[in-house]
């Protein structure tokens, strides 16, 4: 099944249940339809799903390899050697590791592949000629693009949690400032050291909105917002150029290491999610004036 | 709306100037320590050191962001390759550095230096000092004398590794004023804010020509007078070459919670030895910067106030470099030799030898083995070899 003959079944369930309500009642709730459409296309598609499984692989492997070979104490990469520990440790030993390739290309593929991805299979035409706002289709795509994020990181997270605590069980955890807090309160803290990270992701997502109003081609888009990843991180480790680093949208991201110091340090946090809203919101406002007037062909 | 199905290019203006005014907007709130009027009653220099010395402190807890840019060439273990911050204590000679302070009495006192998923901390509580390192997992412990004089600053002065810059602005402000004399003028400039709150600035103008630093500003809080931003400016430059200061201060006396330390299970603990006598100030802040003294002579001061230059005689840089034998230190003082030798060679009356010249400070390894450094012109150093 690709995504060409799922998407016009589920198109015409939309269209089709349109004319049943008249155009111009004015709209006494917001109907959740759309935006329950599009994320069944979204986690429907067959890629998609197989995407997930490839991310879910990188704590597994990390949490098998710790168990095999331990790591020696101040070796290995962040959160490693504290794995042994508390199993709670592989998620962000995980997350780590993902949040500068792996997950934003995730969601640089959902975000490319949002409108550009519709132009091409032709599907954007028909969407169009359902009853339904520009602006409101650009916010909903919007808000999928978000939940998948949120959903891709909270996945990775929680295979790493339940891979983790498997293999080497749970318990007081030892934060960074080296005092040890009790597992609710860990869990807890990963989930929002999570959470933070998929609206970080989210802000790469409203990019890569925009970048798909501008194209047909969904490939393109997504390289696109990948090399704007890979970018903002180059510039983010050239010293000289220190005056734009807190500009950049990945330059918050490593802060998620925030949420596990005693007491949370949450200065960075907030300007990393001040970032991401900024992000999001210039950039979904820039798809919104590329997608309004757009000559949609199809 | 219908303007913009008049004129659609007119969209474009939403998103563009909602940038605009995001960048704008964020720039002035971190902006807001550019010279205010702030409505502190005028106070003479001398008023305001009487004020930092009697200010005594309930407690406090904070953000310190100390920055650098000494003009050093990055050393290659030194100089961490920016994006990610090191939580390394030895780490401090570069770059920006966050730290986070609570201090509720001379016995209660805690630094964490913030690194990238890593956090050093040293923790005082009572006797007991305890020196974390997440990243390696270690933790040492020091027994302090029940009758250790209460150190001044936030930051044990007897932790291992060199303490190169004063890592809070109380034990910057010391060093500083330590300094004064008559070789410096001091004077006030009006007031400032930092971290959102009122401070009176002093400013601190060697009159030593040879020296490299053209002042030190120190912003001292309008009601609790603890220095809250120490700011040395180079001659050469117009930012500040170096620049520790408050972001965020609370002037409540922290959660004891706070202060308290039990090794984590899986921690490397050390017991050390109890430290001995806090590395003090003894030449300048410029003495710092010598690495490892440890094998050398006792440091010679020559001149005076801020044209002060140490001199140190190291181990012989041909001895050290054949005398990769054994051991992690002679390693890293072959390592380090190898990196002396790609400086610039100077020479003079005073003989020949490889110059460092940083914005605030020169140093000068000689070939015969001396290392010479100080707050002064490279001239200034020849000229204090020359005068031996």
């Known amino acids: ?298 | 709306m219908r303007i913009f199905q008049k004129s659609p290019a007119l969209r474009w203006a939403v998103p563009g100037v909602t940038a605009v005014a995001l960048v704008a907007g964020g720039s002035a709130i971190q902006g807001i320590h550019a010279i205010a009027d702030t409505g502190l009653p005028a106070r003479s220099a001398a008023q305001l050191l009487v004020d930092v010395q009697q200010a005594r402190l309930n407690g406090l807890s904070g953000t310190v962001v100390q920055k650098s840019d000494l003009g050093l060439p990055s050393l290659p273990s030194v100089g961490n390759s920016g994006g990610v911050a090191s939580s390394d204590l030895t780490s401090m000679m570069a770059g920006t550095h966050t730290m986070r302070v609570w201090f509720a009495g001379p016995d209660k006192a805690r630094t964490a230096l913030l690194g990238t998923l890593g956090e050093s901390d040293v923790i005082r509580n009572g006797q007991d000092l305890w020196v974390w390192a997440s990243q390696a997992k270690t933790a040492t412990h020091y027994a302090l004398p029940a009758d250790a004089t209460a150190g001044k600053s936030t930051t044990p002065a007897g932790t291992p590794g060199p303490t190169i810059v004063a890592t809070s602005p109380q034990a910057a402000a010391d060093q500083a004023l330590a300094g004064i004399s008559p070789s410096t003028e001091v004077t006030t400039s009006g007031t400032a804010t930092v971290a959102g709150r009122s401070a009176y600035e002093l400013v601190l103008r060697p009159k030593d020509a040879a020296s490299l630093v053209a002042q030190v500003r120190v912003a001292i809080d309008g009601t609790e007078h603890v220095p809250l931003r120490v700011q040395v400016f180079a001659k050469s430059v117009a930012d500040p070459v170096l620049e520790v200061g408050f972001s965020a201060v609370d002037f409540t006396r922290p959660d004891a919670a706070q202060f308290a330390f039990n090794p984590p299970p899986g921690t490397t603990v050390t017991q050390a030895k109890t430290p001995t006598a806090p590395r003090t100030a003894a030449g300048s802040k410029s003495t710092t910067v010598a690495p490892k003294t440890k094998s050398a002579d006792v440091p010679k001061v020559i001149g005076k106030g801020w044209g002060s230059v140490v001199v140190v005689t190291m181990p012989s840089p041909t001895a050290a470099a054949s005398a990769a034998t054994s051991g992690t230190t002679d390693m890293t003082m072959a390592q380090l030799m190898k990196y002396v030798s790609l400086l610039p060679k100077v020479s003079g009356s005073w003989g020949s030898g490889h110059l460092m010249a940083g914005t605030v400070f020169s140093a000068l390894l000689t070939d015969d083995g001396r290392l010479v450094v100080g707050a002064v012109t490279p001239e200034g150093l020849y000229g204090a070899l020359a005068a031996k």
């Not at chain 1, 696109?224 to 510039?235: E, Q, R, T």
């Not at chain 1, 490593?254 to 907030?270: E, I, K, N, Y």
């Open chain 1, 1 to 298: 099944m690709s995504a060409a003959d799922l998407t016009p079944g589920l198109r015409t369930g939309l269209s089709t249940g349109v004319p049943t309500s008249p155009v111009a009642r004015p709209l006494r709730h917001i109907s959740t339809r759309f935006l329950r459409s599009e994320l069944a296309l979204i986690f429907g598609r067959r890629r998609n799903q197989a995407g997930l499984g490839i991310l879910a692989l990188v704590p597994i492997m990390i949490a098998v390899t710790v168990k095999v070979s331990t790591p020696r104490a101040g070796r290995g990469p962040d959160f490693f050697t504290s794995i042994t520990s508390n199993g709670l440790f592989v998620a962000l030993a995980a997350l780590s590791i993902e949040l500068t390739l792996f997950l934003p290309l995730a969601v640089a593929v959902i975000a490319g592949d949002s409108v550009a991805g519709e132009a091409n299979i032709g599907t954007l035409r028909y969407l169009l000629t359902v009853p339904v706002h520009r602006s409101r289709l650009l916010g909903v795509k919007f808000a999928a693009i978000t939940i998948f994020s949120l959903v891709v990181t909270v996945w990775v997270s929680l295979v790493g949690a339940v891979a983790g605590l498997a293999l080497f069980g749970g318990g007081q955890m030892t934060t960074l400032s080296g005092t040890e807090i009790g597992m609710g309160s860990a869990v807890l803290r990963v989930l929002m050291a999570t959470i933070y990270l998929g609206l970080c992701f989210a802000s790469l997502g409203a990019i890569g909105l925009f970048i798909s109003t501008m194209t047909e081609q969904p490939i393109g888009a997504t390289i696109a917002v990948v090399v704007i990843n890979v970018m903002s991180f180059i510039l983010d480790s050239i010293p000289q150029l220190s005056w734009m680093h807190e500009w950049l949208p990945t330059h918050w991201w490593m802060s998620f290491g925030d949420f596990l110091r005693s007491p949370v340090a949450w200065s960075d946090v907030t300007r990393g999610l001040l970032t991401s809203a900024g992000y999001m919101l210039v950039f979904w406002l820039a798809a919104w004036a590329r997608f309004s007037d757009k000559d949609v062909s199809g």
